[in-house]
């Protein structure tokens, strides 16, 4: 009984300083809540979806025709800190990028492959961006009705990845012939297909050697959407290759000076018909109206002006020829010419004028038009005129 009672004793007193334990010795470890981040990012043909684990805001921007910025306040960027290429038609790749401070921002910058229209629609837990293609003019890159994608052509270069099999990974340019090597495969015609559908027929082919290969096909370098510049109007005609869509008026601020361009006969010619492009409404006016997107192969074609060129001979102190310009009278010329000598007779110029199979002389008293400001005995002049400054004794 002693035995019994003193077991019961010792279990009490051990007890004894559990139970004096107040509430303010024992810690609770705050709940801290987990930051939303992104799980997914689903890229198909005009469409990302983006998914995050918890409800969210976003942001969307389209800063650039060919860019769409997505912008997630206070959500993580997850596993997704990697660019991600695309095979899709309409999307050339996806760069996440994550801000810490002042507070957490996850930007999406989207890279699209043409001028689009960006719609969103936002489901719980789910962005889908939809990107609509514009419809496409017939100047535009060579693009196929039926995916929209980039059309390969000669001299472009490809980056043709099998996914887990890096040994058939390759770089390869198209060749003039418009056919690639690749490994297992052989020759394959690349020219005139889309990058979308060079893939598909890869994959069919690997497959008989590889069980369900994942294809990706880039077009890396872009080299056969060429132009070819033509006529004595520009110093350096030639091919010019673009990188990207390029209009007229962006191809001409390349070419240098248009001083001795005659830009009334100038023209694009395009599967071999003139195109309706006034090249001096677009440069000297700034009609837009007039620009237009370039094709490949086009040719622009762009004169000299010569014949219609000023041409200033006689007792000034720098003969020679001035380009034509509307508006252009004598005395313009005259001063053009770094002004009178001086034995010339200023009241006695002669102005040289050719109309049709005639030639018609006008004589112009210059003296009267610089010394007493009388601009009604100025002459308008016309493209091709010739002024004749004759010397005098006094």
């Known amino acids: 009984m002693k035995k019994i009672i003193y077991c019961a004793f010792l279990i009490v007193v051990l007890m004894l300083p559990l139970s004096c334990a107040t509430s303010s010795d024992v810690k609770v470890s705050p709940v801290v809540e987990e930051v939303p981040k992104i799980t997914g990012i689903d890229i198909q043909n005009y469409m ?3 998914t995050v684990n918890k409800p969210f805001n976003y942001i969307l921007k389209s800063p650039e025709p060919h860019r769409v910025v997505i912008e997630l306040p206070d959500v993580s960027d997850g596993a997704f800190n990697y660019k991600i290429i695309s095979d899709k038609a309409g999307i050339t790749e996806i760069v996440p990028s994550q801000i810490e401070s002042p507070s957490l ?11 689009t229209e960006v719609t969103s629609e936002h489901k719980g837990n789910t962005l889908i961006i939809r990107i609509k293609k514009l419809q496409p003019t017939s100047s535009s890159l060579p693009e196929r009705p039926d995916n929209g994608g980039y059309v390969i052509g000669d001299e472009d270069v490809l980056q043709i990845s099998v996914w887990g099999n890096p040994e058939l990974n390759v770089q390869v340019p198209v060749r003039p012939d418009g056919m690639i090597s690749f490994p297992l495969v052989g020759d394959v015609k690349a020219r005139g297909v889309s990058p979308q559908e060079l893939k598909a027929f890869l994959e069919k082919e690997i497959s008989k050697y590889v ?13 056969s959407f060429k132009v070819y510049v033509i006529g004595e109007g520009i110093a350096n005609p030639g091919v010019v290759t673009l990188k990207r869509n390029t209009s007229l008026l962006q191809l001409i601020a390349q070419l240098g000076s248009l001083k001795n361009a005659d830009l009334e006969n100038s023209f694009i010619l395009r599967d071999d018909k003139k195109l309706n492009i006034d090249f001096s409404k677009l440069v000297l006016k700034g009609d837009i109206s007039q ?5 490949p192969n086009d040719t622009i074609f762009i004169p000299d ?6 041409t200033v001979v006689g007792e000034v102190k720098n003969p020679g020829t001035i380009s034509y310009r509307e508006g252009l009278t004598a005395v313009d010329a005259i001063l053009n010419s770094g002004g009178f000598t001086e034995f010339a007779k200023q009241n006695d ?3 040289v004028r050719k109309e049709g199979d005639s030639v018609k002389n006008i004589e112009a008293r210059l003296k009267d038009v610089i010394k007493n400001g009388d601009t009604s005995k100025d002459v308008l002049l016309k493209p091709g005129d010739l002024i004749i400054i004759k010397a005098g004794l006094f």
């Open 211 to 223: 069980k369900e290969p994942t294809v990706s096909v880039i077009v890396t370098s872009v080299n």
């Open 48 to 50: 990302v979806t983006v």
């Open 305 to 310: 002006n010569f014949e219609k060129r000023i």
């Open 349 to 351: 110029v002669t102005i």
């Open 105 to 115: 921002l996850t930007k999406l910058e989207i890279l699209i492959q043409t001028p």
């Open 291 to 295: 620009d237009m997107q370039l094709a």
